[in-house]
Nanobody
């Protein structure tokens, strides 16, 4: 059974840091394209970062230089290190996985973890 379980969300002040984790089971995440998405209230879901099977990464402009996506293949876990957090980073964060990066939105999804950044 395929599962993605996010953890690490919480409430922090602006300028703080959080590290999100996404534990994968039922498939080998190292051979998949994995990504982090977020959705804030009243806003559309957006892709924050992705890492493909070659470990090539891509970030949305608003988080470049502040967020880092990575994975631990031995633990089958995806991470998102978030530094210099801003109130506009407040959202529910989801991890996703797919054979191909173009198919992330229709792949496997976790249940989400809330990140709240106060000013």
């Amino acid at each position: 059974q395929v599962r993605l379980v996010e953890s690490g969300g919480g409430a922090v002040q602006a300028g703080g840091s959080l590290r999100l984790s996404c534990a994968a089971s039922g498939f080998f995440a190292s051979s998949y394209c994995m990504g982090w998405f977020r959705q804030a209230p009243g806003k559309e879901r957006e892709e924050v970062a992705r890492i493909d099977s070659f470990s090539t990464t891509r970030y949305v402009d608003s988080v470049k230089g502040r967020f880092t996506i990575s994975r631990d293949n031995a633990k089958n876990t995806l991470y998102l290190q978030m530094n210099s957090l801003k109130p506009e980073d407040t959202a529910v964060y989801y991890c996703a996985g797919s054979h191909w990066c173009n198919g992330l939105t229709s792949g496997y999804w976790g249940q989400g973890t809330q990140v709240t950044v106060s000013s």
